[in-house]
């Protein structure tokens, strides 16, 4: 069963269970799917990989929000988009640690050779593939950007 069907069968639970949480949560995520299958030319159907992007920028726009409405003054708010954030991530592939993503990126500069802020592109082409939906892209780029520059952040 595809990641889509296993949404759509937890939605049809969720709704069982009353759990509106979830329910509005799933719908949300189901929504920006069927809206990224239906964008461009022709519909199509996503591939796996292409819903896990969904799913992550889905978490990350949740992440985002919960902090703007924590700065604004509205924790009931904030709590609420980082319990659907939370929520979201359980649909993702585990995330890679710290650790792991340095050696997937020092693999690809051995691979490629790359020296430099020049040599950025070459390294996140190979990187990107291996990390996707397992990372955040900005904590992936800071740390190609600080192993090729030789900084340690």
């Given at each position: 069963m595809g990641l889509k069907e296993v949404l759509q069968s937890d939605l049809t639970e969720a709704i069982r269970s009353r759990d509106?949480?979830?329910?509005g949560t799933i719908r949300m995520v189901l929504t920006a799917i069927t809206n990224e299958e239906v964008s461009g030319k022709t519909a199509r159907t996503l591939t796996e990989p292409e819903i896990i992007t969904v799913l992550s920028r889905e978490a990350k726009k949740r992440r985002e929000a919960a902090e703007a409405f924590a700065e604004g003054g509205r924790p009931d708010r904030a709590e609420r988009e980082k319990l659907e954030g939370e929520f979201i991530t359980t649909y993702?592939?585990?995330?890679?640690?710290?650790a792991e993503i340095k050696e997937i990126i020092a693999a690809a500069i051995a691979e490629t050779g790359a020296t430099g802020p020049a040599g950025m592109g070459q390294v996140m082409k190979i990187v990107s593939p291996k990390i996707?939906?397992?990372?955040?892209?900005?904590t992936v780029s800071a740390l190609v950007k600080a192993a090729l520059t030789g900084g340690n952040s």
């Open positions: 509106e949480l979830k329910s993702l592939p585990a995330q890679l640690s710290e996707a939906g397992k990372a955040d892209g900005g």
